[in-house]
């Protein structure tokens, strides 16, 4: 599983950001972060338009947080 991390909003508000689940926002609070399947993060961050997005395994984040 992984995480996706918003650099914009991240570098924006000087902490960092993930999605929530089913795309449905952002928080600062990885307990409320979403979730998403490797293939499908891929392709979120791939598509996301100005590209500040970055899909990081669970275990990467969790490690560091």
């Given at each position: 599983?992984?995480?996706?991390?918003?650099?914009?909003?991240?570098?924006?508000?000087?902490?960092?950001?993930?999605?929530?689940?089913?795309?449905?926002?952002?928080?600062?609070?990885?307990?409320?972060?979403?979730?998403?399947?490797?293939?499908k993060a891929q392709?979120?961050?791939?598509?996301?338009?100005?590209?500040?997005?970055?899909?990081?395994k669970k275990e990467?984040?969790?490690?560091?947080?």
């Open positions: 599983m992984t995480y996706l991390l918003d650099l914009e909003r991240s570098l924006l508000f000087n902490h960092l950001v993930f999605w929530k689940p089913n795309e449905r926002g952002y928080t600062s609070h990885l307990n409320e972060a979403g979730l998403y399947p490797e293939g392709m979120l961050a791939k598509s996301d338009l100005d590209g500040r997005t970055l899909d990081i990467v984040v969790e490690g560091i947080i």
